[in-house]
């Protein structure tokens, strides 16, 4: 018997040990990316100009001229209009599957969401290719469909599966009073779901809206397939133009290691991984909040 606890002790400090030992080596592994690629991109500014980086929308590697501004703006710009289009029809997808659906339909579409989740981003991207720039193309003045449109639209698409999922999940977790004693005090179904349990749960919608946003800002081979690739401003939603993503694709392979147009392309990494970073934290700090309701 004392053998017996004996051995369960040591094999729980091996275990304690062993945990943390792999969250010290994960926190090493993630800063050493961070640094790595903070360093290869911040020696872009040893001969570039870090306000022209960031101001102009002059791209020419072989001309010495590196502003990334067209890229920022298109990497922005698709974002807005995902989250604009697949934000709201994310969220009465998840009110619809929460609180008005029968059990048989939710047991259907969960898993048909779920699934629509693991679609690979280049069969959107197809999808989009042969679909969606053919009717940007259509409907508006664009000769060629490719644009911060098609590729907005596309990402809505991408991010619908995030946002519903996690949506759902907050709108379902809220307590049954909450419901029950709106219904009692008189208030209709609509009234319940506008007025009570969707501002309850709003720390898990933004949550879920925040993660789609950084799917969204970093998902590149639909984008790719969609936007046009030109490293040209976008004077409109129909004009063809670029993103941070698809650019350090195209480029990175023709660019010799340690010259200031691959140290460009590594600062466009560095400046997706800070978007990240922050999004986390805007992520935590909504669970946070709403842990403290």
């Known amino acids: 018997m004392p053998h017996s606890k004996s051995w369960v002790y040591f094999s729980d400090r091996l275990a304690r040990y062993l945990f943390i030992s792999s969250a010290v080596l994960v926190s090493l592994i993630i800063l050493c990316i961070i640094w790595f ?7 872009t500014f040893r001969d570039a100009s870090v306000i ?18 067209t890229f920022i ?19 009465a997808g998840a009110v619809f599957l929460a609180e008005i659906a029968p059990p048989w339909v939710r047991s259907v579409m969960r898993p048909a969401t779920d699934l629509f989740a693991g679609i690979p981003s280049v069969v959107y991207g197809y999808v989009g290719l042969t679909v969606i720039v053919g009717l940007v193309r259509r409907y508006t003045d664009s000769s060629s469909g490719y644009g911060v449109l098609a590729a907005g639209i596309v990402l809505a698409i991408m991010i619908l599966p995030t946002v519903i999922s996690l949506s759902e ?3 379902r977790s809220l307590p049954a009073t909450y419901k029950e004693a709106s219904l009692a005090l008189g208030a209709t179904r609509w009234q319940t779901i ?24 970093g998902e590149t081979m639909a984008v790719q397939m969609v936007i046009g690739n030109s490293p040209r401003f976008p004077g409109s939603l129909v004009s063809p133009t670029s993103t941070l993503t698809s650019n350090i694709v195209m480029e990175m392979g023709n660019t010799p290691y340690g010259s200031t147009w691959n140290n460009a392309l590594f600062m466009m990494s560095f400046i997706l991984l800070i978007i990240a970073l922050i999004m986390i934290i805007l992520v935590r700090t909504a669970v946070r909040k709403g842990a403290a309701r």
């Open 37 to 43: 690629v903070g360093m290869q991109g911040l020696s």
């Open 52 to 69: 022209g980086f960031f101001t102009s929308s002059k791209w020419s590697p072989d001309t010495g001229q590196f502003g990334a501004l």
């Open 73 to 91: 703006v298109g990497s922005i710009g698709t974002t807005l209009i995902a989250i604009l289009i697949g934000g709201p029809l994310g969220l």
């Open 169 to 171: 999940d907050a709108l």
């Open 194 to 217: 506008r007025r009570v349990l969707v501002p309850a749960a709003s720390p898990g919608i933004l949550t879920a809206l925040i993660l789609a946003m950084a799917r969204a800002i």
